[in-house]
Nanobody, 119 residues
Framework: VQLQASGGGLVQAGGSLRLSCAAS????????MSWYRQAPGNQRELVAT???????VYADSAKGRFTVSRDNAKNTIYLQMNSLKPEDTAVYYC??????????????WGQGTQLTVSS
């Protein structure tokens, strides 16, 4: 599984941005996909996860402001981020878990996309 993230950039506080992450490769089933972020000096943290059937969970910092969605036909997940704050500044990574074969599973990471929120 290969992941390609896109959509990062520079935005003012209070603004919005949407990230995308497209999966490619081969698998029997693409399971949960997630967005993580890592700010300088901090550990990577989970932002949101969405299962293959569309169920989503969010970190407390994302609840009410971020929405994760998924287009299974395009093997793509999105992260709509509203009411952005300077503390949302980080590199955002997508993650996917897949059943590769009947007996193996795989976890993949995208290359990361930078979000900078100016105050």
């Amino acid at each position: 599984v290969q992941l390609q993230a896109s959509g990062g950039g520079l935005v003012q506080a209070g603004g919005s941005l949407r990230l995308s992450c497209a999966a490619s490769g081969t698998w029997l089933r693409l399971n949960a996909m997630s967005w993580y972020r890592q700010a300088p000096g901090n550990q990577r943290e989970l932002v949101a996860t969405i299962t293959s059937d569309g169920s989503a969970v969010y970190a407390d910092s994302a609840k009410g402001r971020f929405t994760v969605s998924r287009d299974n036909a395009k093997n793509t997940i999105y992260l709509q981020m509203n009411s952005l704050k300077p503390e949302d500044t980080a590199v955002y990574y997508c993650n996917a878990n897949a059943r590769s074969t009947a007996y193996t599973f795989a976890t993949a990471w995208g290359q990361g996309t930078q979000l900078t929120v100016s105050s």
